[in-house]
């Protein structure tokens, strides 16, 4: 089975304070991304990766940046917390898939999310 | 405008009571759609992948079936431990996830 495991189920933090979440898979997959979920918007995609060091922007990546250093490994990192930011956040990866293309006809496999809260 | 919409947001059914879910899409270029079931706090779990239309696929008490403007999840003689939210996503030049279905099932 896929597993995809986002280092914190809980987070506080601070206004203005720089937040680092992580994730980590261990099924080789060529693309990860970050999503974040609020009720009644769904999930909105922030950045994807679909190889180390590659990334692109989804539909709302102000106030956010990711690092993928490791094929498995994929951070996203608040830069300066604001209370807007507070959500759940979620990681998914998913294999490369028929045909080179940065969006993959692959299902996205997910973590369990991390829930941020700002104060 | 590129979107994928769910219907109806919330759902209630009695145990055994059969229905269908419905996601309903506008992108061109469709290169997969999926189904996803989401538990209060968890992550999203992935269900089925649907490439074409005509094409059908079934796990125990869910079918999910797709046409060229939509798929439907077919839920037969339903469980109380089928109440979740279920999430449908698109991906073609852009990755879309619609707002999801609401689904309690009543003892």
């Known amino acids: 089975d896929v597993k995809v495991t986002q280092s914190s189920r809980y987070l506080v933090k601070r206004t203005g304070e720089k937040v680092f979440l992580e994730c980590v898979q261990d099924?080789?997959?060529?693309?990860m991304f970050w999503y974040r979920q609020d009720p009644g918007l769904g999930l909105r995609l922030i950045y994807f990766s679909y190889d180390v060091k590659m990334k692109e922007k989804g539909d709302i990546p102000e106030g956010y940046s990711v690092s993928r250093e490791k094929k498995e490994r994929f951070s996203l990192i608040l830069e300066s917390a604001s209370t807007n930011q507070t959500s759940m956040y979620l990681c998914?990866?998913?294999?490369?898939?028929?045909?080179?293309?940065?969006?993959?006809?692959?299902?996205?496999?997910f973590g369990d999310g991390t829930r941020l809260s700002i104060l | 405008e590129d979107q994928v919409t769910q219907s109806p947001e919330a759902l209630r059914l009695q145990e055994g009571e059969s229905s269908s879910l419905n996601c309903s899409y506008t992108?061109?270029?469709?290169?997969?759609l999926f189904w996803y079931r989401q538990d209060p706090g968890k992550g999203p779990e992935f269900l089925f992948t649907l490439y074409s239309a005509g094409e059908e696929k079934e796990k125990e008490r869910l079918k999910a079936t797709l046409t060229k403007k939509e798929s439907f999840l077919h839920i037969t003689a339903p469980k109380p431990e089928d109440s979740a939210t279920y999430l449908c996503a698109v991906t073609s030049n852009q990755f879309y996830f619609g707002t999801g279905t609401s689904l309690t099932v009543i003892p």
């Open positions: 998914a990866s998913s294999r490369e898939g028929q045909g080179y293309s940065a969006y993959s006809n692959q299902p996205q496999h």
């Open positions: 992108v061109s270029g469709l290169r997969g």
């Open positions: 099924m080789d997959h060529e693309n």
